[in-house]
């Protein structure tokens, strides 16, 4: 797994309760993620059940406003 950069939030403790990472890390971790959901999804999918086109995108687009 990469290493990324991050900042660790500590509380009065001085135990761990957060991390903090650039956005650019953010994004590329928020693409995988996807990736990783949708092909869990293709692979579940019925093989006779096919989604056309018009109706992926707007799934794929519903999948990005939900997070």
């Known amino acids: ?3 990324f ?15 903090q990472l650039d956005i650019k ?9 996807e990736d990783f ?6 692979l579940k999918n019925h093989p006779t059940e ?3 086109l018009k109706d992926a995108k707007a799934y794929y687009k519903r999948l ?3 997070t």
């Open 50 to 52: 096919n989604l056309i």
């Open 25 to 33: 890390t953010f994004e590329k971790i928020e693409r995988a993620l």
């Open 5 to 19: 950069k991050r900042k660790y939030i500590i509380n009065e403790n001085n135990e761990r309760v957060a991390v």
């Open 64 to 66: 990005k406003k939900s």
């Open 37 to 42: 959901v949708l092909g869990e999804k293709m």
């Open 1 to 3: 797994m990469k290493n």
